[in-house]
């Protein structure tokens, strides 16, 4: 089940199941916000942290089946980047692997880390955590 909620057009909310194919329906909600919010520029990272996120979500948070995955894109007070949340019902935190050079996943964190400025983990209202990270436009209009 997909539902949408839009916040006075400054937030937009949206749950999702657990399955995989959501991860892209989830970019291209992102990418409709971030146009609408004329931050086109930061599509390509906003997408890729939000891809990790919602990947790690769905694969490592141990929650009862069923249980949906919330994402949350808010776009920041001066209007010139966004705040990706991944709300999910585990409360297990997120955990930056050190993969070795052959191994086929574990870098997720590590790929937000080097895109997002900023990102964390925290309680939330409810059961689980959220896991944020944030990007914005630089001097030259563009991503860091």
Do not use: Y
């Amino acid at each position: 089940m997909e539902r949408t909620v839009r916040n006075a057009e400054s937030a937009v909310v949206r749950r999702w199941s657990r399955h995989p194919a959501c991860v892209a329906r989830a970019r291209t909600e992102l990418r409709t916000a971030l146009e609408g919010w004329g931050l086109a520029p930061l599509t390509d990272a906003a997408s890729l942290v939000l891809s990790e996120l919602l990947t790690n979500a769905g694969r490592h948070a141990v929650v009862s089946p069923g249980r949906e995955i919330e994402t949350r894109f808010l776009l920041d007070e001066r209007g010139r980047g966004i705040r990706i949340e991944v709300h999910d019902a585990s409360s297990v935190p997120p955990r930056m692997a050190d993969p070795d050079q052959d191994a086929v996943g574990g870098r997720g964190l590590c790929l937000v880390d080097a895109v997002a400025d900023a990102w964390g983990f925290g309680e939330r209202v409810g059961p689980g955590k959220v896991v944020w990270a944030e990007c914005a436009l630089g001097e030259g209009g563009a991503s860091r």
